[in-house]
Nanobody, 121 residues
Framework: QVRIVESGGGLVQPGGSLRLSCAAS????????MGWYRQYPGKQRELIAR???????NYADSLMGRFTISRDNAKNTIYLQMNGLKPEDTAVYYC???????????????WGRGTQVTVSS
């Protein structure tokens, strides 16, 4: 069973900052890549950023520079530092965790329940 707990969402004014956290836990398997996605009403989830267990990151081009993903492997936790927030960043933010056999190359993806981020004055 994979447990994913997201936190840090809320209401922030334009230009403000928020830091999201996602803590994952699993028994008998390894946590591989982890990432953040967001979803607008009626739209598909879109990638914000992902990070491997080795710390290699990839970002959606449009968000690089304002958003920064980081990872603490000891805590199986990732963070998303969001700066210069805009009203169009208002969305539900989801954590994604890839889980697989230790040393294996395949994985299964699991989602958190999401945390609402609202950017408004």
């Amino acid at each position: 069973q994979v447990r994913i707990v997201e936190s840090g969402g809320g209401l922030v004014q334009p230009g403000g900052s928020l830091r999201l956290s996602c803590a994952a836990s699993v028994k008998f398997y390894s946590i591989k890549d982890m990432g953040w996605y967001r979803q607008y009403p009626g739209k598909q989830r879109e990638l914000i950023a992902r990070v491997t267990s080795a710390g290699i990151t990839n970002y959606a081009d449009s968000l690089m520079g304002r958003f920064t993903i980081s990872r603490d492997n000891a805590k199986n936790t990732i963070y998303l530092q969001m700066n210069g927030l805009k009203p169009e960043d208002t969305a539900v933010y989801y954590c994604n965790v890839a889980v697989g056999v230790p040393g294996g190359t395949t994985s299964s993806n699991y989602w958190g329940r999401g945390t609402q981020v609202t950017v408004s004055s």
